[in-house]
């Protein structure tokens, strides 16, 4: 899946605006974002989960189609990497904004509540097409933010990195829900993406095409 990205960034940081491009790129994207969206399965690959679990997996999955449809608006209108940390350092608020709330939430208890219970979950599949926006936005754009000639080990570290964060993260959302602590799960989250956002203030210019110095 990564490699598959990988094409996608290097497509997108060529020739953003060559409608030619458009069409293979939505399908090669949905494509790579269809199966991990979509496979849920229990121990030994039998799928032995409740329909309640299938429904929310579905609405997870339908949740990230806008955000794919978002990065494709913006690639397509020829944002530059100079500009690019605006969106994803807002993207990134958002989903600390939406998280925060849904740990207050409860934490006082309004979750208990229907009217509580349905913004709780509207708030979280709110945060998950942030996130996912975010995310995709960052794949296309790391590359551009690299000296060309170290682009590729560049963004393998940065990805070798961010699957430091993918197997940190059952941690604290599985283990902290399981003890009963979600509202401070929801809190770890939505610190990490306020952090991740200021610090999107510090992405520096585009390095498409130039040379190292010194």
Not at 76 to 95: D, E, I, M, Q, S
Not at 128 to 138: E, G, T, V
Request: with cysteine.
């Amino acid at each position: 899946i990564e490699q598959g990205w990988g094409a996608v960034a290097s497509a997108a940081s060529e020739q953003p605006q060559d409608p030619e491009l458009r069409r293979p790129r939505l399908r090669l994207m949905a494509s790579l974002d269809a199966p991990p969206s979509g496979v849920c399965t229990g121990p030994g690959g039998a799928l032995n989960l409740p329909s309640s679990t299938y429904a929310e997996v579905v609405l997870a999955a339908l949740a990230e189609v806008p955000s794919v449809l978002m990065c494709l608006l913006a690639v397509g209108a020829g944002a530059k990497a100079a500009t690019a940390h605006r969106p994803v350092a807002g993207f990134l608020y958002g989903t600390a904004t939406a998280m925060g709330t849904c740990a207050l939430a409860r934490a006082l208890g309004w979750e208990a509540e229907h009217v509580g219970h349905m913004l709780v979950s509207a708030l979280l599949l709110l945060s998950r097409f942030l996130i996912a926006s975010a995310y995709f936005l960052l794949y296309i754009y790391t590359p551009m933010l690299l000296p060309t000639q170290v682009r590729a080990f560049g963004l393998g570290i940065c990805n070798a990195i961010s699957r430091l964060g993918g197997m940190a993260a059952p941690l604290v959302a599985v283990e902290l829900v399981e003890e009963g602590l979600s509202q401070v799960s929801l809190a770890v989250f939505a610190g990490l993406c306020l952090v991740s956002g200021i610090l999107m203030a510090f992405i520096g210019a585009q390095t498409k095409g130039q040379e190292l110095r010194g």
